[in-house]
């Protein structure tokens, strides 16, 4: 089974400045998917960026980017210019890439989250 | 973005009394997730539908069971509930193509007292 781990619970960044959330994985699989989302506190799960493993190029999304080390298991979230409304929990999650009927593959496994806060 | 809608969006109820939650789509996806969220252990899969009446456990299954008799609800319920079921409940769906990961409800808040 895949697992995910974050292993740093709480981060806090100084408005404007650059923060990277740490996020590991373990898998058999050489195909699969990887993301981030965030929770705000409005409980609401929002999508922050993705990346396909098949995919050598970071991916990146405005202020998000993405560094994806295949070989090491490794997907950390990199924000800058960090901004008051990126206060939030950020959940890493992986999915499998592979096909079935029961969609067994198609779980979402999510890490334990980090609190993310943002210093005026 | 699909419509999913989760009711109700707080509850507290009694230890012991059966509780019921609903996730309603509106776009006719085939899969359907319950997961549940506590403090430390992120989000966790309870149960998830490939389609109608076709369900699955999920890695925390215990004292929970699902139907599904159309494609746009997926109902979770809970038979008797207990205090370790206090948390906060959502549901999903998995949108095309799988590579955009899933869209989720805004979460049910339920309490056990």
């Known amino acids: 089974a895949q697992t995910v781990t974050q292993s740093q619970p709480e981060m806090s960044v100084q408005e404007a400045e650059t923060v990277t959330l740490s996020c590991t994985y373990d898998?058999?699989?050489?195909?699969?998917?990887l993301f981030w989302y965030k929770q705000p506190p409005s409980r609401q799960m929002i999508l922050v960026i993705r990346q396909e493993a098949y995919k050598q190029q970071n991916a990146t999304e405005n202020r998000f980017s993405v560094n994806f080390q295949k070989a090491a298991k490794s997907f950390s979230l990199k924000i800058s210019d960090s901004q008051l409304g990126d206060a939030a929990m950020y959940f890493c999650?992986?999915?499998?890439?592979?096909?079935?009927?029961?969609?067994?593959?198609?779980?979402?496994?999510f890490g334990k989250g980090i609190t993310l806060s943002v210093r005026p | 973005d699909a419509g999913i809608t989760q009711s109700p969006r707080h509850k507290v109820t009694e230890t012991g009394t059966p509780v019921t939650l609903r996730c309603h789509q509106t776009e006719n996806h085939r899969y359907m997730y319950w997961y549940r969220q506590d403090p430390g252990h992120g989000l966790r899969l309870i149960h998830y539908s490939y389609g109608v009446k076709d369900t699955d456990k999920g890695e925390v299954s215990d004292g929970y069971s699902v139907s599904r008799s159309k494609t746009e609800d997926f109902l979770l319920t809970l038979e008797s509930a207990t205090s370790s079921q206090t948390s906060v409940y959502f549901c999903?769906?998995?949108?095309?193509?799988?590579?955009?990961?899933?869209?989720f409800g805004s979460g049910t808040r339920l309490t056990v007292v």
């Open positions: 898998t058999s699989e050489s195909d699969y998917y």
């Open positions: 999650a992986y999915r499998s890439a592979g096909r079935g009927r029961t969609g067994a593959n198609s779980k979402l496994t």
């Open positions: 999903a769906i998995s949108v095309f193509p799988k590579s955009h990961g899933y869209t």
